[in-house]
């Protein structure tokens, strides 16, 4: 699967023209909308798998792949990050899946740092929901451009002029659909292709397992074969032209617009004319910005940043990847790069790709991929890797947290293992773990954005480090940045508490917004600094 492209080709390693064969996107959605369904189908399409799989398997259905973990397949929702690297008409396609629940955003921030694009992915009978209009403003405050899939249109649901205006209303997008269902939602039956005019029909495949077969046919005989429902598809897709609903590529880039596909990926229905897109449309990997505020040529040396740590994968090895951006130059297993935090050396012997828990080996990399470092123990969120004159890439933020939790071993005999379990789950970010001298290494602080990383913290704890937790909810709900001059106040105050944080942050939970104002009213120079919310 590693790089076919350039293997076939023969391709030598040069930067820019690798870089121009590569689109590297996520795809972003409210839970349950179909997003892993999605990145299986675009990998059975890509040939990358045989079969595809869904979440909640039924008889004579795989589970997914890509969501590997025990709670992800128990629920059918995405906790870990799921990388692969797909080859589709000669176009290298980097899909960097994020997790789906709400109370992962963090992580998923930090997954849409290492993007270029994004599919917006839409049920079609719930329409725009909140995750997703999370999820959407993070896409626009980065300027990532977006291409909307309408999902399960084989499911009753909205109109399909309503949804076009409810992205409009919600989103300030302009939705210029690419395709246009024929038969409403519920009744599938293919699509107009807006920019020829035929009929693209679709046949159902057992239990969407398979691609579905295609049968390209002109209006007229699309018109003798489906009817009236061929004949209201193409009024609503004329109306859409009348109002100047048409794909503008600038308008695109610039996040003005949207292009949308009408689909149902799990049988496989438009996910085909997906994967064009991407290669049509999606923006090749450029040059990204330093800390400094340059921007780094894509044949300067090679430069990556980390935005995501994972372990937990290989229960055999206990190994733990950090996946990096190759934002520069070339990389090559087994090169040594310094990493730009700390100015030391980093033998990158073992690199690889995941597809869930399936592994490849990398031998090279070009910008826009994403490469997946073994055994990666020194390494943080947020890192930059460089080789030659020193590069940093902007720190990615941390999150507010919101609910608090004491952790403790349930066996005290097993500390050890406790202890480094606790620090795994800290440097990959599936909680933030807070320390203070009065509660001591035995009971640390967990905070999260969300309540289910709390879930995940302990599940992990008991299946990969044996040492089960017990956590005792605090009645805390706001974190606040403060300085070591204010801390004794603070830790005087009733209902507050004073801890620190891993990368050297003081901070000072609180039990609620309204404690915090009546300590500033109290103490009118005193430091509380919010952090980034979610």
């Not at 880039?253 to 996910?271: D, E, H, K, M, Y």
């Not at 790709?353 to 470092?373: I, K, M, N, T």
């Not at 039990?511 to 120079?525: E, F, T």
Request: net charge negative; charged share 25%.
């Amino acid at each position: 699967m590693q790089h076919v492209l350039e293997q076939q080709a023969g391709v030598t390693d040069e930067p820019v023209g690798a870089a121009a064969r590569r689109r590297t996107f996520a795809v972003i959605s409210h839970p349950d909308a179909g997003k892993s369904t999605l990145t299986e189908a675009l990998a059975l399409h890509a040939r990358a798998i045989t079969k595809a799989g869904h979440v909640h398997g039924k008889a004579g259905r795989n589970t997914t792949v890509s969501d590997w973990m025990e709670m992800e397949q128990a629920r059918g929702i995405s906790i870990s990050s799921a990388v692969l690297q797909l080859t589709y008409r000669d176009t290298v396609l980097n899909l960097v899946d994020t997790p789906g629940h709400a109370d992962f955003s963090e992580d998923t921030y930090r997954v849409l740092t290492a993007v270029d694009a994004a599919i917006m992915l839409i049920d079609a009978s719930k329409g725009l929901e909140v995750q997703t209009m999370k999820l959407f403003a993070v896409c626009k405050h980065r300027g990532i451009p977006i291409i909307t899939v309408i999902n399960k249109w084989d499911r009753p649901g909205k109109d399909p002029l309503e949804l076009m205006d409810e992205i409009t209303e919600r989103t300030g997008l302009t939705p210029t659909p690419l395709t246009w269902p024929v038969g409403i939602a519920g009744d599938f039956r293919g699509v107009v292709e807006r920019d020829s005019g035929d009929y693209v029909a679709f046949t159902p495949t057992a239990g969407g397992a398979e691609i579905a077969p295609e049968e390209r046919m002109s209006a007229g005989e699309a018109a003798a074969r489906e009817g009236d429902a061929w004949t209201v598809a193409r009024e609503e897709s004329q109306l859409l032209a009348a109002s100047g609903a048409e794909h503008d590529h600038e308008m695109f880039l610039g996040g003005i617009s949207t292009p949308v596909l009408f689909a149902a990926a799990v049988r496989n229905f438009g996910v085909r004319r997906l994967l064009d897109a991407l290669v049509e449309l999606a923006p090749a990997p450029g040059p990204r910005t330093d800390r400094e505020g340059q921007a780094r040529p894509l044949d300067a040396p090679f430069s990556a940043f980390v935005f995501k740590l994972q372990a937990g994968m290989d229960t055999a090895h206990r190994d733990r990847l950090a996946y990096i951006r190759v934002c520069s130059g070339v990389f090559e297993r087994g090169m040594v790069v310094t990493t730009a935090r700390t100015g030391k050396p980093f033998a990158t012997k073992y690199a690889q790709q995941a597809f869930g828990r399936d592994r490849s080996l990398v031998e090279v990399a070009y910008p826009g991929d994403v490469v997946g470092l073994v055994n990666a123990s020194n390494l943080r969120i947020g890192d930059t890797l460089h080789a030659g004159p020193p590069v940093q890439f902007p720190a990615l933020p941390t999150f507010a947290p919101e609910h608090f939790a004491v952790a403790r071993g349930v066996d005290t005999g097993r500390y050890k293992q406790f202890r480094r379990g606790i620090t795994q789950l800290e440097a990959e970010g599936v909680v933030q773990v807070l320390r203070s001298d009065l509660r001591g290494e035995q009971a640390p602080v967990l905070a999260a954005v969300g309540p289910m990383q709390f879930e995940v913290a302990e599940s992990r704890m008991s299946a990969e480090f044996g040492a089960p937790i017990h956590l005792e909810t605090l009645g805390y709900s706001v974190a606040r940045r403060t300085t070591p001059a204010w801390a004794p106040t603070l830790s005087a105050e009733w209902g507050v508490e004073v801890v620190h944080r891993e990368d050297g942050e003081l901070l000072v939970l609180l039990p609620d917004q309204w404690r915090a104002r009546s300590i500033q009213r109290n103490h009118p120079d005193v430091v509380l600094e919010p952090l980034v919310a979610t």
